[in-house]
Structure formats: C-alpha cells, structure tokens
C-alpha cells in the first residue's frame, strides 16, 4: 500500500493538483474580470505582485505573517479599485484591443517600478506552513503541509466567489450588472460599483496566488514573478471557458495535473509545448472553452 | 507655375543640395562619384514620381518611386555616418520591418499579437541555422527562407485565429512569447541552446562593388555600411510591398474586417481567411526583421528574443502609430534612439546610472507613453501628425 501511495503516479498526481491550484487561481482572476467588463486584463499577474510587495515588505519591520497577509489583501482591493476606476473606464465601448495594449502598458510599468522600488533580486517569502514534504516509510509522497494548504486555500477561494455569486444578494447584482448594465441600472443596480468590486475581487483572488507562489516555487518573489504562471493561468482560462469560473478552476488543476506527468516522463522544457499545444488544440475544437454552453455572439 | 515645372523644380533642387553635401562632405574622389550617382537616381525618382499623371494614373509606381528616394537618401546618409550610427540605424531599420508586420495585422484586421519577438526569433535563428549548414547560399535567398519558416509559424499559430477574437488570439500569441525560449532549449542541438549561434562568415560586399565605392577603408566599417545598405534596401522593398498592400482590394477587404466583420462577411469576405492571411504576413514581416538582426550582429542569442522584446514591440509600434504605415517608421526611430536618449537624460538628472530606477527607466517610460498614446491617441505619434494636418486643411478651406 505505501508503495503505492509513494509511487511516481501518485506523486505526479499531488504535485500536479499543487500546480493546478495555482493555475487555476489565476485563471478565476482573470474569468472575474472577464465576466464583469469583458477586458482580458494582462496586468493581472502583475497587480498582485505590486500589492504582495507592498503587504509582505512589513516582515522585515517584524509585523505577523499573517497581518502581512491581511495587508496585502487589502492593498490588492484598493490596486484593482483603483484601476478600474482610472485605466479601465475609460476603455469601455473602445475597440477591443485598446484595453490590451492599456493593460500591457501597466504591466511594463508595474513590473519596472517594482524593480525599480525593490530591485529584482528575489526576494524569499516563509512559508506559513513546512514545504517539505511527508513521509512514508522513508519516502516523499508528493504532499507538504504547505502544498495541502495551497490546494486547501484554492478551493475554499473558489467555493467563496461561487458562494457570492450563486447565493446573495451582491451575487445577483454583481452577475446582472456583467450580463445586462442597461437594465440593472434600471432596477437600481450601482452598475459602475459592480464593475470595480469585480477588478477588486480579481485582484484580492491574484495576490492570494501571489503569495502562495511567492512562497512556493523557490523563486522568492520578483517583480517578473507572475508572467509564466500568467501564460498557464490564461491557457487554464480559454481552455476551460472565460466565462465559468467553475470551468476555470477545473481546466487550471486538469492542466496542472497533464502538466506535472509532461515535465516527469518527458522534460521540463516540454511542458510550456505542451500547454501551447493544449491551448492552439483547444481553441480551435471549441473557441469559447471546452467547459462552458456556446452562446451566441453579440453583434 | 505649374503642377510639372513646380515638381521638376523641387527635384532639381534636391539634386543640386545633394552634389553641393556629396562634394563637399565626402573625402575620396570615389565616393563623390557615388554620391553623384545618388543623387541623379533620387532626383530622377523624385521626379518620375511626383508628376501628377503618375500619381493618379499609377499610384503604385508613385510609391516605387517614392521608396526609391528614401532608400536612396538613407544609402547615402549612411555613407557618411559613423559606424556605431549606421549599426544604430540598421537595428532601427529591421525594427521597423517587424514593426510593419504589426501594425498591419492591427490596421488591416483589428487584431493584435503579444508573440511577434517570438516571430522575429523564428527568423532570426532560421537564418543562424541556415547559414551555418549552408554556408555559401546568397544572402537574399537566406532571407527569403527564414521569411518562409516565420510565415509556416505564423500558419500554425494563426489557424486558430480563424475562429478566434481578439482577446483569446491575444492570449494564445503571449503564450507562444512566453513558451519561445522553452522551444529553443528543446532544440537545443540546432539552436545551440543558452549560447546561441555565431555565424560561419559575416557579410562581405562584392569586390568590385568595394572597389567602386569603398576603396580603401577598414574591413569592419564596409561590411557595417554593406549590411546597413542591404538592410535599408530590405527596408524600402517591406514598405513597398506593404503600401501596396494596404491600398489593394485585398487591404481594403481587410480594413472592413477590422471595421465590421459581419458587414466584411455579408459582402462576400471570407473572414477566416482573411485573418489568417493578415497573422501569416504580420509573422512574415516578423521573421524578416529578426533574420536581418542575425546578419547585422553576426550572429544570434536566445536572450535577445523573449518575452521582453515582444512587449517592446507592441510598446513602440503603439507609440508610432499602430494600424499605419508611417507608424512602423516612426516606431523604428523610436527604438533606435530610446536607449541613448534615456541614457542621456539620466547624465542630465544625475541619477545614478547603475541604481534601479535608472535601471528601469526604460520601462516605466514606456509604459506610461503606451497608457497615454491609448487613453488620448489611440493611433500614435503618426495619427497626430494626420490630425494635426487635417485641421489644417480644414482651417485653410475655412479661409
């Protein structure tokens, strides 16, 4: 029995479900964005980042972990509030592309001041719980307390956006305000609030990730942190659908999982290939995502 | 006056200031021959192309002509520069031919790619890979293949661009930016992985076009001023074709597809085509751009094409003018120039040149520049000089 449970299957299994939850974080930050505005936002790993180095550089003034957290969660609402309100609204009945190149303009910057501010050493982040792995009968079984805690912290992410938008109240407004402005409105929605709560939330999901990754990948935070997760997080996104954070969530840990079996039986530089290739294959069986009811296109 | 004599007189003028520059600027007798021989090509094109009876009877021999000018009056201005500007120019050169390609896919079809340094690494290293298996294949067949392999990579990337909008096609080419390098070390054996490649031997001009021009000067400045000359000529045949392109019925297909798909698809475009077509050329122009990079530095490093040089594209054509031509060139002076104009304001500031915001401030400027042109000028510099000269226009029509 143990030998199974430290076997190379099960091991690939744990660390690819690991990855998938990362993946899959991001790919709901960016399906959040997608549904409220319909901008695919690329600064989307670059927002995080800026707020995870504004909330954990407190450590080194020996504030908690865990309020360092709480800072950055709170400095990730106001990042993303802020944008909307100033970057992103002023794009809306724009061509599509205006608010992609807008985004990819922010990520330079973001990306260049927080070098600038902070260099680009990378910067090592603790982890709130042991990364190294357990052990059984001597043996790594491809789960950490930490990498439990990732898996965990996805989940219950993802079970408490579907929560807000399936169960309440501000659920009801925030998807009505995404799928019709001019009626909501009328019923006395505060549309333009909807918009920027859902930046808000994207972004608050994003530096969750950006902490974990921070933490995780042996990377330590830099201010490029984001851009390859980015990549996986946009691939888990259109495979599973931009408009179902479900299908998001679901794509992202499936993607993590192929992926993990990618770089062990082939190589690491294999698995970005493969993704591409999942990716290009994926696009052209079902544009709008293999996860999600094709819907007609608005005219 | 009339139309004819204004224009004759306006290129025999341009002939005179050029033998007057050429005479007195040049320090052998054969290179004032060569800038004689310059400036009678200028003014004869100037001439053929400004007559009216050409420019709306045969727009597209105007623009030949037109382009002829400008190749020429940059042959001969880099004559005259130092070797380090020439090397400036060139990169600058190649730049706008990748710049081209982008700005074509956007203006021609509302569609954008994050992925094009990746492209101009596919012709970048097919050139390297090429020439050191066959070392003796002329120059322009060498080109000719590695626009070839760029456009073959932008088919495969692009077939599912027939059925994809613009945010997901977006998407997919910064995936494929992101994923270059990966693809490189994968085949490491042919792209000689994290060092690159060197070419087998750089670029030398034909002995008796050496003896006729360049008697006597070092070897590194004529093989620099022979690149520099092939690149600009590269240059004009791109924006040739691309001018072309832009005024022909398939341009005009495109423009409408960009503008209003469902009409374009209602009077008989074939959207999924069109837009294939429009991300083949805009990869091919790419490639051409890198392959032209290879030939001017001597050789290739995978450093060079990441996801860096892909974000810097979209930054500087945006800044130029995204959708237009003169953007592309614009957008190349842009390049060329940003580095030493960031590091002259830097010497002015007294930031110090090592620290990190001097480090990065070539990203924070380009950042801003690109937020701004898009909130405030969506078509660059290029569309701000059209406004400007159209509210002129209307202004002199006013009275």
Redesign the interface.
Known sequence: MDSFLTSRIVTDILNGLTNGAIYGLVALSLVLV?RATR??N?AQGAMPMFATYLGMGLLSYHWPYWVCVGVCLVAAFAIGGVTERV?VR??YG?????P???M??????????A???W?TTPRSLPAPFSPIDWRLAGQPVGLSPFSLFEVVTALVVMGAIVTLFRFTRLGLQLRASALAPEVSRLLGVRVGRMLTLGWMLSTAVGAVTAILVASNFFTGLTPQLM??I??FG??AA?VGG?DSPVGAVTSGIALGVILQFVGDYL?S?????V??VI??VS??VR?SGLLTRSAA?R? | MSAVARHGAVALGAFVVSVALAVSLAPRASDTVAAVVVAVVAAAAGFVGSLPAVRVGHPALARAMLTVVLVDAMVFATTFLSVPTDFNLATGAAMAIALLGLSFLTGASGQISIGNGAFMGVGAFATAIWANHHATTPIVVVLLISVAVGALFGLLLGLPATRLRGPYLAGMTLAFAVAFPAILSSFSSWTGGDSGLQLPNTVTPPHWLVGLFHAGTPTLTTDTLWLTDIIMVATGVAFFFMANLFASRTGRAMRLVRDNDVAAELVGVNLPRTRVIAFVISAAYAALGGALWTLLNNSVSPATYGFALSITILAVIVIGGIGTISGALIGGVVYAYSTSVIAWFVARTGLNPQGNLASQLNGIIFGALLIVTMMFSPLGIAGTIRHLRRRRALARERG
């Open positions: 997608w901008v695919l690329f970057l002023p794009l724009k061509p599509e592309i205006n992609i190149v807008v990819v303009g922010y990520l330079i910057i973001l990306e260049a001041f070098a600038a501010i260099s851009d390859g980015f990549a946009f691939i259109a931009l190589n530089n294999a698995i970005i290939l993704a591409l990716l290009i696009l052209m544009p296109r005219v």
